[in-house]
């Protein structure tokens, strides 16, 4: 029998993404298309004390064609009234519900005629506590009504055509309690009592049209800091006692409107732009049109005491976010299968602002390192495609995974390269204007770039949409009559040995860009075939590298050991830094699949030891903590650890413990990298300096440079007892303000005694740590043992109570942080445990998880005996 699967894979690009959208079509749990959603008129009347609300609405629809059933989404909601009008006639409907599927079907006495139409409904519901839908968000003095609807969680507040292609506009009117306003997708248009109650009725202005999960509300005491920029209001509003802490939110929204104003060929197309700080929420932003909500920690900082990290990580988010303005909400898939066109460019855009406002961040070599990451996952059997095939709710969550978003970013990035940035740009914003308040699909994207570029990017964009995976290029030459002849070759990288054989005769079409010593080889090649001899080079280089500027989304492979030694020698003066971010992470990646030695990483990372730049020291510092936690025996871990030390000890001299006014972000950050590296290897000094640090800071928060304190606290706990461990937890508790909880509270997931981190877990069954921090708080203690095998042992104790908690969009949080085990017992154990529990929205990430355990074990299969050799070589 020919599965669909394998069917399909027997198929042209473009007739697979045919089929793949027709048979979700007929087998999705998707709605009819007889009734076409125009206009909602909505009015919520939530009761926060009794943790419900009712609401009405009216929607103006069109009738495609007579029918006597109409089909909604609604989950968890009672209908008591619908009606539907039409020419003047209204008849009633009788409701039935279909919870698996989520919907509610409007049964007729008499047919809906073709036409204009409306729907008329009443409808109750219970102010959740799962962070989804209209639910509870609580803080340390009261609760508050908001709203997290995507993907598929609007029918939690309202009956609705909760699907992205079914735009609309939007009148929202909600009763608030006295003291409370509201903010929403459009602005306070009036604002008044309601006859006989303390309460009040607040009307918004018609949203711009949009689909149902970009819908925002919440309701609260808040209150904003506000400004204009290019003639758009912009506010950052919060919990009354926080809204000190949005300034350098604002400013980095001021420098990302004005930047985007620039760069899209429209301007900011909403009449004003609200972010709002939410203290219970699952993302970290979220994209509503014109009305962007964030978890607090996402978007408020204390300036004066922030880390550069924190900096770099709010402004970027903060960027990601309006950058779905154009990309997302103005145009928006027409489908959760191409949901990469949203996040994914929003991904790839988010450092441009940035970049343009603090150039000294270098963010350029943040997103080569992002995109050498999502290669990894990419490297597993079990990855999947960039276009997906969603069909259920479960199913939709699972595609905000990394694919989504780094490896569309990188493989947007990679296409920005070969077209050229602004060749790029007017493919976009052509796009953008074709499609402005409507829907699109990935080939609508392409086919734009492609003809603004007249190059055949519909032809490469599908082998790294349509297939899942990333390439491996082999290099390899040979040098006669001075000419150096280059070939290369492709084939899908996989890290385990036990990987699905039957992707291995994918192909892509790869712009592959090369350089060579002495300048004198740069060229470009667009490979199309699995082997391809490339232009002659007049001269023989010392080496070739075969990822220039690091654009390329790709595996390199140099099947010349001289050619990979002689490019390691040169890499600190030929290479950028995203050059040998990528040189570094090639190397490992063909250690790590048993390609080569681990002794050659080894000498090449010796090599680097002169590295000053944060990210390629940290890169190398963490594979070779790999290497002593996967290959070292017991007895050579002093050995190996000294080795560590004196790979890192050289620059840390140089750049101290203690800084200085003076100190730029990157030697800040750069300090706070080798603190946490060269204490987790034992170093005295780094212990030292951290213990002091940490309690300076127990001490005065305030007196501690913000960038070093997370690593200080780490290596403070790895090193502690249970005394520091109880400084920690009243520290905690009396924390100045967020940011000093969250250092303490994930600095406790560091000590290393098993019944610290049973008491770590016990602040769960307590109430101490929000919902919001669980797909935080599971993978930090599932990073190291002893607390991996307790929080394990945890989670399948409590597993039917925290399913839905741990793990989030996805399918990132604890499931995932299993794939951190490294053993075949352990594997199997996983393995059976979640054949009788579900994952809920996590089964990809389960299967990932667990070939990652596999490639731990074939790790150590591979490299035992060369780890051994290299052992007795060291001096």
Same mark, same amino acid.
């Given at each position: 029998?020919?599965?669909?699967?394998?069917?399909?894979?027997?198929?042209?690009?473009?007739?697979?993404?045919?089929?793949?959208?027709?048979?979700?079509?007929?087998?999705?749990?998707?709605?009819?298309?007889?009734?076409?959603?125009?206009?909602?008129?909505?009015?919520?009347?939530?009761?926060?004390?009794?943790?419900?609300?009712?609401?009405?609405?009216?929607?103006?629809? /069109?009738?495609?064609?007579?029918?006597?059933?109409?089909?909604?989404?609604?989950?968890?909601?009672?209908?008591?009234?619908?009606?539907?009008?039409?020419?003047?006639?209204?008849?009633?409907?009788?409701?039935?519900?279909?919870?698996?599927?989520?919907?509610?079907?409007?049964?007729?006495?008499?047919?809906?005629?073709?036409?204009?139409?409306?729907?008329?409904?009443?409808?109750?519901?219970?102010?959740?506590?799962?962070?989804?839908?209209?639910?509870?968000?609580?803080?340390?003095?009261?609760? *508050?009504?908001?709203?997290?609807?995507? @993907?598929?969680?609007?029918?939690?507040?309202?009956?609705?055509?909760?699907?992205?292609?079914?735009?609309?506009?939007?009148?929202?009117?909600?009763?608030?309690?006295?003291?409370?306003?509201? #903010?929403?997708?459009?602005?306070?248009?009036?604002?008044?009592?309601?006859?006989?109650?303390?309460?009040?009725?607040?009307?918004?202005?018609?949203?711009?049209?949009?689909?149902?999960?970009?819908?925002?509300?919440?309701?609260?005491?808040?209150?904003?800091?506000?400004?204009?920029?290019?003639?758009?209001?912009?506010?950052?509003?919060?919990?009354?006692?926080?809204?000190?802490?949005?300034?350098?939110?604002?400013?980095?929204?001021?420098?990302?409107?004005?930047?985007?104003?620039?760069?899209?060929?429209?301007?900011?197309?909403?009449?004003?732009?609200?972010?709002?700080?939410?203290?219970?929420?699952?993302?970290?932003?979220?994209?509503?049109?014109?009305?962007?909500?964030?978890?607090?920690?996402?978007?408020?900082?204390?300036?004066?005491?922030?880390?550069? =990290?924190?900096?770099?990580?709010?402004?970027?988010?903060?960027?990601?976010?309006?950058?779905?303005?154009?990309?997302?909400?103005?145009?928006?898939?027409?489908?959760?299968?191409?949901?990469?066109?949203?996040?994914? =460019?929003?991904?790839?855009?988010?450092?441009?602002?940035?970049?343009?406002?603090?150039?000294?961040?270098? +963010?350029?070599?943040?997103?080569?390192?992002?995109?050498?990451?999502?290669?990894?996952?990419?490297?597993?059997?079990?990855?999947?495609?960039?276009?997906?095939?969603?069909?259920?709710?479960?199913?939709?969550?699972?595609?905000?995974?990394?694919?989504?978003?780094?490896?569309?970013?990188?493989?947007?990035?990679?296409?920005?390269?070969?077209?050229?940035?602004?060749?790029?740009?007017?493919?976009?914003?052509?796009?953008?204007?074709?499609?402005?308040?409507?829907?699109?699909?990935?080939?609508?994207?392409?086919?734009?770039?492609?003809?603004?570029?007249?190059?055949?990017?519909?032809?490469?964009?599908?082998?790294?949409?349509?297939?899942?995976?990333?390439?491996?290029?082999?290099?390899?030459?040979?040098?006669?009559?001075?000419?150096?002849?280059?070939?290369?070759?492709?084939?899908?990288?996989?890290?385990?040995?036990?990987?699905?054989?039957?992707?291995?005769?994918?192909?892509?079409?790869?712009?592959?860009?090369?350089?060579?010593?002495?300048?004198?080889?740069?060229?470009?090649?667009?490979? &199309?075939?699995?082997?391809?001899?490339?232009?002659?080079?007049?001269?023989?280089?010392?080496?070739?590298?075969?990822?220039?500027?690091?654009?390329?989304?790709?595996?390199?492979?140099?099947?010349?050991?001289?050619?990979?030694?002689?490019?390691?020698?040169?890499?600190?003066?030929?290479?950028?830094?995203?050059?040998?971010?990528?040189?570094?992470?090639?190397?490992?990646?063909?250690?790590?699949?048993?390609?080569?030695?681990?002794?050659?990483?080894?000498?090449?990372?010796?090599?680097?030891?002169?590295?000053?730049?944060?990210?390629?020291?940290?890169?190398?510092?963490?594979?070779? &903590?790999?290497?002593?936690?996967?290959?070292?025996?017991?007895?050579?871990?002093?050995?190996?650890?000294? +080795?560590?030390?004196?790979?890192?000890?050289?620059?840390?001299?140089?750049?101290?413990?203690?800084?200085?006014?003076?100190?730029?972000?990157?030697?800040?950050?750069?300090?706070?990298?080798?603190?946490?590296?060269? @204490?987790?290897? @034992?170093?005295?000094?780094?212990?030292?300096?951290?213990?002091?640090?940490?309690?300076?800071?127990?001490?005065?928060?305030?007196?501690?440079?913000?960038?070093?304190?997370?690593?200080?606290?780490?290596?403070?706990?790895?090193? @502690?007892?249970?005394?520091?461990?109880?400084?920690?937890?009243?520290?905690?508790?009396?924390?100045?303000?967020?940011?000093?909880? *969250?250092?303490?509270?994930?600095?406790?997931?560091?000590?290393?005694?098993?019944?610290?981190?049973?008491?770590?877990?016990?602040?769960?069954?307590?109430?101490?740590?929000?919902?919001?921090?669980?797909?935080?708080?599971?993978?930090?203690?599932?990073?190291?043992?002893?607390?991996?095998?307790?929080?394990?042992?945890?989670?399948?104790?409590?597993?039917?109570?925290?399913?839905?908690?741990?793990?989030?969009?996805?399918?990132?949080?604890?499931?995932?942080?299993?794939?951190? =085990?490294?053993?075949?017992?352990?594997?199997?154990?996983?393995?059976?445990?979640?054949?009788?529990?579900?994952?809920?929205?996590?089964?990809?990430?389960? /299967?990932?998880?667990?070939?990652? #355990?596999?490639?731990?074990?074939?790790?150590?299969?591979?490299?035992?005996?060369?780890?051994?050799?290299?052992?007795?070589?060291?001096?």
């Amino acid at each position: 029998m020919l599965t669909l699967s394998s069917f399909l894979a027997r198929l042209t690009l473009s007739t697979f993404l045919f089929l793949t959208i027709a048979a979700t079509d007929l087998t999705a749990q998707r709605l009819p298309t007889t009734i076409i959603p125009g206009h909602y008129k909505l009015l919520l009347d939530p009761d926060i004390g009794q943790q419900k609300f009712t609401g009405e609405e009216t929607i103006t629809v /069109q009738v495609q064609q007579a029918t006597s059933e109409i089909v909604l989404n609604s989950l968890g909601l009672d209908i008591s009234l619908a009606e539907a009008t039409a020419a003047d006639k209204t008849v009633m409907a009788q409701v039935t519900y279909d919870q698996p599927n989520e919907t509610a079907r409007l049964s007729l006495a008499q047919p809906l005629p073709a036409g204009a139409a409306s729907l008329h409904l009443k409808f109750s519901g219970k102010l959740t506590a799962g962070l989804r839908g209209l639910y509870l968000s609580k803080s340390r003095k009261r609760q *508050y009504a908001v709203t997290q609807f995507e @993907g598929t969680y609007a029918r939690m507040m309202f009956p609705g055509f909760d699907e992205p292609a079914f735009k609309a506009t939007f009148d929202l009117s909600v009763i608030a309690d006295k003291g409370d306003t509201a #903010i929403s997708n459009g602005r306070i248009v009036k604002d008044g009592p309601l006859p006989g109650s303390t309460r009040h009725k607040i009307a918004f202005s018609t949203s711009p049209r949009m689909s149902t999960y970009l819908v925002a509300l919440a309701i609260g005491d808040w209150q904003c800091l506000e400004r204009t920029v290019d003639g758009t209001p912009i506010r950052v509003c919060a919990e009354p006692d926080k809204k000190q802490y949005g300034q350098f939110a604002l400013e980095a929204a001021a420098q990302s409107v004005h930047f985007y104003n620039q760069w899209y060929g429209i301007k900011y197309p909403f009449e004003k732009l609200d972010m709002l700080a939410i203290p219970d929420y699952e993302w970290g932003g979220m994209e509503n049109t014109a009305s962007i909500f964030y978890r607090d920690t996402a978007l408020l900082m204390d300036e004066k005491t922030a880390s550069v =990290f924190a900096k770099q990580s709010h402004a970027t988010v903060v960027a990601h976010e309006i950058a779905h303005q154009w990309f997302g909400d103005l145009v928006t898939a027409a489908w959760w299968d191409d949901i990469w066109l949203n996040e994914g =460019f929003a991904t790839w855009m988010e450092r441009k602002p940035i970049r343009a406002w603090h150039p000294e961040w270098h +963010l350029e070599d943040d997103e080569a390192a992002t995109a050498q990451r999502i290669i990894g996952l990419d490297s597993l059997s079990a990855a999947r495609a960039i276009h997906g095939d969603p069909r259920t709710s479960a199913e939709i969550k699972e595609m905000f995974d990394g694919i989504t978003y780094q490896k569309g970013g990188a493989v947007l990035g990679m296409l920005e390269s070969y077209v050229g940035p602004e060749v790029f740009r007017n493919g976009v914003n052509a796009y953008l204007k074709a499609h402005a308040n409507g829907n699109a699909t990935s080939a609508d994207f392409w086919r734009a770039v492609a003809k603004v570029s007249g190059k055949p990017v519909d032809k490469i964009m599908p082998t790294f949409v349509m297939q899942p995976g990333v390439p491996l290029v082999t290099v390899s030459g040979s040098c006669s009559s001075g000419k150096q002849t280059v070939e290369l070759s492709q084939q899908r990288f996989l890290l385990s040995s036990s990987g699905d054989s039957e992707n291995q005769g994918q192909l892509w079409s790869i712009p592959v860009c090369t350089k060579a010593a002495q300048n004198l080889s740069s060229s470009c090649y667009l490979v &199309n075939k699995k082997t391809e001899e490339v232009a002659a080079v007049k001269a023989c280089p010392d080496w070739i590298f075969a990822n220039r500027d690091a654009k390329g989304y790709y595996r390199v492979f140099y099947q010349d050991p001289k050619n990979l030694l002689n490019a390691s020698a040169a890499a600190e003066k030929n290479l950028t830094v995203p050059e040998r971010i990528a040189f570094v992470e090639d190397l490992w990646a063909m250690t790590r699949a048993g390609k080569e030695p681990v002794g050659i990483f080894l000498n090449v990372a010796r090599d680097v030891q002169p590295e000053r730049n944060r990210l390629v020291v940290e890169i190398v510092a963490d594979h070779m &903590n790999t290497i002593g936690r996967s290959l070292v025996p017991e007895q050579k871990q002093k050995e190996y650890r000294e +080795l560590v030390r004196r790979q890192f000890m050289p620059l840390a001299k140089e750049v101290g413990w203690s800084g200085g006014r003076s100190d730029s972000d990157e030697q800040k950050a750069l300090r706070a990298s080798l603190l946490g590296i060269l @204490g987790s290897a @034992g170093d005295p000094g780094a212990v030292a300096a951290a213990q002091k640090i940490a309690q300076a800071y127990i001490k005065d928060s305030t007196s501690v440079e913000g960038t070093i304190i997370g690593p200080a606290l780490a290596v403070a706990a790895q090193n @502690g007892d249970a005394a520091l461990y109880e400084q920690f937890t009243q520290a905690m508790g009396s924390a100045r303000n967020t940011e000093d909880y *969250y250092h303490f509270l994930f600095a406790l997931t560091s000590f290393r005694q098993p019944e610290l981190a049973q008491r770590t877990l016990a602040l769960i069954d307590q109430g101490k740590i929000r919902q919001q921090d669980y797909v935080r708080l599971f993978p930090a203690l599932l990073a190291e043992s002893p607390g991996r095998e307790i929080a394990w042992d945890y989670l399948k104790a409590h597993w039917d109570s925290l399913a839905e908690k741990v793990t989030s969009f996805g399918g990132s949080g604890a499931v995932s942080a299993l794939g951190g =085990f490294c053993s075949i017992e352990k594997r199997d154990e996983i393995k059976q445990f979640f054949a009788t529990h579900r994952a809920p929205g996590a089964e990809r990430a389960l /299967q990932q998880g667990l070939q990652r #355990i596999t490639s731990c074990v074939e790790f150590k299969q591979f490299q035992t005996r060369n780890m051994q050799k290299f052992l007795r070589s060291i001096p």
